[in-house]
C-alpha cells in the first residue's frame, strides 16, 4: 500500500475507532476571553490608466471615502488634485496646484497648496475659501486637533485659530517642539497626533495633551512580519489615515487597492489580520493563527504497549487543541498539577495512538499599563507548589535576592517586576548549551545558559518576590520534525492567570509576547514529571521490554489542516539586538530525549 494510501485508510479508521476512544475537558476555565477583531476593509476601483498616485502623496478618510493627493495627464498635460475613492465613488477633483496636506474640518476639506490653505466642498470639490499661508518649508503636513489648526514647520507645531470670518490666520500661542525630526505625515486619531516620518524608520510618535507628554509607539514586529509576507514595508506609512476608528495605510494602484488597519497594543501598532482576536481590556492581541493535526505515534510500532504519554495542554495564551481522538481507547489521567496524559495497555499497530486538531498563534501582549501592587496579590492555595524553592531556583540565595531588591526598588508592582526580572535576564545570560544544568544563583554569575538555565533564573526572581511560577515543556519549531526540544518559563499573573515568559525566541519584547508557534506539552513546578522517570520525553513505558528489542519512542508529525495551505514548519529564530548578548538561535536538537 503507498503512502497516500495508508494515509487515507488512517483516516477512516479515526473515524470508526473515535466511539471508543477518551476525550478530555479543559482542567481549568480559562482567564482569556478573546474577541474578534473585525479586519472588514473597503473594497476600492483601481486608478484610472491616466491617474499616478506616487509613494510620497499622502491620504486622508472622510465619510466612507479615501482622498489620495494625485495627478492625471490629460492632452499631454499634467493636472494636479486629488483621487477620490469608496465603494461606490470614483473620482477626481482638480486643483489649482499640487496637494501637499490635507485635514478636515467639520464637514469640509481643507487642502494645502503651495503657498494657500483651500476650503473645499468633499462632494463637489468646489472652492469654499481660499487663506493665505504663512511662508513654511513645502510640503509640511497639516491636521485639525484640539480645536485649532496644527501646521507642521520642520520640526516645530505651528497653532491657529480657524477664522470664522475673513481669510487671515491669526496664531493661538507659542509654537512647540516636536519630539521627531523631519515629520512628514501629522494624523489626527482619536485624542492623540500621530506623527511619521521615513527618517524615523518604524515608529509612530503619538502626542496626547499635553503636548510635551507625548509617548513614542514603536510599530509591532508582527506588522515587519506582516509587510515581508505581503512584500510591503514600514513606508507604506507615507499613506497613513484615520478611519475615524483607528489608523489606517492606504495604497492605491491601475490594479488594486491595499488598504491595512492597525490597532495600538501598548507601546506597538499591529496590522489587523482577518484571524486577529483580542482581549476585551486591550492587554493582549492574537495573530497569525496556524492550524495543524497533531499526530502521536509509538515506534516500533505492531508491539504491546503498557505505559503513558504526555498530552498537549489544552489551552494556553497562544495554543487551543480541539476535537481530539484517540483511536485505541486508554484512560485520561492528570498528575498532581493538572496535566494530562494518555494511559495505554494495548497493541500498537501504525496508526496515531493521539490526533488533535492544534490552533497556534502569535501573542502580543501588553501588561506595563496593569498596576497589581503586591499586597493586593490574591494568590490562590493550589498554586503554592509554583512559590516553593527547589535546588534549581535557590530562591534566598544572596544573588538572587540582591537582584531581586534592585528590581524592587524602581518596580513596585507585579506587572512592573514581572517585566523588568525579564529583561535582565534577556540581557545578562547568552545562550549557551554546555551539557550542564546549574541553578538558578549560578547561571546568573555565570552569564550564560540554556533555555532550561534561563528560565530556572526566571523562575527563581519570580519565586523570590512571590509571584508564581513554572517550567513550561514544550515544543518550538526549529526543524520540520516536531519534538521535545524546548524549555520556557511561565509567569502567574493576577488578572490573566498564567502567560508565557520567552527571552529567547523573537520578539524578546516582554513577558507574554511570543510569536515561536510553541507546542507547551505540560507545565511543572520543578524539573520532573511525575508520570517520566527517564529524563526530559513525553512517554514512559511501564512493560517489559523483549530482548532484542529496543525502547519505544513517541514521533510527533503535523499535517496541516485541509484548506490551509501547506508550509514549512521550519522557524527561523530572528537575531537580536545588538546590544543584548544573545550569542545563536537555540535550533540545535538535543541529544536524545534531552532539552537544554
Not at 142 to 148: D, L, R, S, T, V
Not at 189 to 214: M, R, T
Not at 458 to 477: E, K
Amino acid at each position: 500500500m503507498g503512502k497516500r494510501q495508508l494515509l487515507s485508510g488512517a483516516v477512516t479508521l479515526f473515524v470508526l475507532f473515535l466511539a471508543f476512544g477518551s476525550s478530555r475537558q479543559s482542567h481549568a476555565k480559562s482567564p482569556f476571553r478573546w474577541q474578534k477583531v473585525d479586519a472588514t476593509m473597503p473594497s476600492l476601483q483601481p486608478l484610472l490608466e491616466n491617474e499616478t498616485v506616487e509613494r510620497g502623496d499622502l491620504v486622508l478618510y472622510h465619510a466612507g471615502a479615501f482622498y489620495w493627493s494625485a495627478q492625471r495627464k490629460e492632452d499631454g498635460k499634467t493636472q494636479y488634485g486629488i483621487v477620490v475613492r469608496g465603494e461606490k465613488r470614483a473620482q477626481f477633483i482638480a486643483t489649482s496646484g499640487r496637494v501637499q496636506g490635507m485635514a478636515v474640518w467639520g464637514e469640509t476639506l481643507v487642502l494645502r497648496l503651495r503657498d494657500s490653505l483651500v476650503q473645499i466642498d468633499p462632494a463637489s470639490g468646489e472652492v469654499i475659501k481660499s487663506y493665505a499661508l504663512p511662508k513654511m518649508v513645502n510640503r509640511q503636513p497639516i491636521a485639525f486637533w484640539q480645536g485649532k489648526l496644527a501646521l507642521v514647520d520642520q520640526n516645530r507645531l505651528l497653532y491657529y485659530n480657524w477664522p470664522e470670518s475673513g481669510t487671515e490666520l491669526v496664531p493661538a500661542g507659542e509654537s512647540k517642539p516636536l519630539p521627531m525630526e523631519k515629520v512628514q505625515r501629522a494624523v489626527v486619531c482619536g485624542d492623540a497626533l500621530h506623527l511619521w516620518s521615513s527618517y524615523g524608520g518604524a515608529k509612530i510618535v503619538s502626542i496626547e495633551k499635553p503636548i510635551n507628554e507625548s509617548r513614542v509607539s514603536a510599530i509591532a514586529e508582527i506588522g515587519k512580519a506582516t509587510e515581508r509576507r505581503t512584500g510591503g514595508d514600514y513606508r507604506w506609512f507615507w499613506k497613513m489615515a484615520c478611519d475615524g476608528k483607528t489608523l489606517v495605510t492606504a495604497d492605491v494602484d491601475q490594479s488594486l487597492s491595499t488598504l491595512h488597519r492597525y490597532i495600538q497594543l501598548g507601546q506597538s501598532w499591529l496590522p489587523v489580520t482577518d484571524d486577529m482576536e483580542c482581549l476585551s481590556d486591550g492587554a493582549a492581541c492574537r495573530h497569525s493563527k496556524r492550524e495543524d493535526w497533531l499526530e502521536y505515534y509509538i515506534d516500533p510500532a505492531d508491539r504491546e504497549f503498557s505505559g503513558v504519554v504526555l498530552l498537549p495542554a489544552s489551552e494556553t495564551i497562544s495554543q487551543k487543541i480541539e476535537e481530539e481522538e484517540m483511536p485505541y481507547g486508554g484512560a485520561i489521567k492528570r498528575d498532581s498539577l493538572g496535566n494530562a496524559a494518555l494511559s495505554l495497555n494495548t497493541h500498537i499497530t501504525d496508526r496515531p495512538v493521539y490526533r488533535a486538531r492544534i490552533s497556534r498563534y502569535r501573542v502580543d501582549f501588553h501588561l506595563e499599563e496593569r498596576s497589581t501592587a503586591f499586597a493586593d496579590q490574591s494568590i490562590p492555595d493550589t498554586l503554592a507548589a509554583y512559590l516553593a524553592d527547589g535546588p534549581q531556583y535557590r530562591i534566598t540565595d544572596p544573588v538572587i535576592t540582591e537582584s531581586r531588591d534592585r528590581l524592587l526598588k524602581e518596580h513596585r508592582t507585579v506587572e512592573s517586576y514581572a517585566s523588568a526580572q525579564y529583561n535582565l535576564v534577556r540581557r545578562s545570560l547568552v545562550y549557551k548549551r554546555d551539557g550542564r544544568f546549574d541553578a538558578a544563583p549560578v547561571v546568573l554569575k555565570n552569564g550564560h545558559g540554556s533555555c532550561t538555565e534561563h528560565s530556572y533564573l526566571q523562575i527563581a526572581l519570580l519565586r523570590s518576590a512571590g509571584i508564581p511560577a513554572r517550567l513550561a515543556w514544550n515544543w518550538l519549531p526549529t526543524s520540520d520534525t516536531p519534538s521535545f526540544n524546548h524549555k520556557v518559563a511561565e509567569i502567574w499573573t493576577p488578572e490573566y492567570g498564567w502567560i508565557i515568559s520567552e527571552p529567547l525566541s523573537s520578539p524578546r519584547r516582554n513577558p507574554g509576547t511570543v510569536y515561536g508557534y510553541h507546542i507547551v506539552f505540560a507545565r511543572l513546578a520543578g524539573p520532573r514529571h511525575e508520570f517520566i522517570n527517564r529524563g526530559d520525553s513525553l512517554i514512559a513505558h511501564n512493560g517489559k521490554i523483549a530482548e532484542g528489542d529496543r525502547q519505544p519512542e513517541l514521533s510527533l508529525r503535523l499535517v496541516p489542516v485541509a484548506g490551509v495551505k501547506s508550509r514549512s514548519m521550519v522557524e527561523t529564530v530572528e537575531p537580536s539586538e545588538p546590544s543584548e548578548p544573545l550569542q545563536k538561535g537555540i535550533g540545535e536538537p538535543a541529544r536524545g530525549d534531552m532539552v537544554e
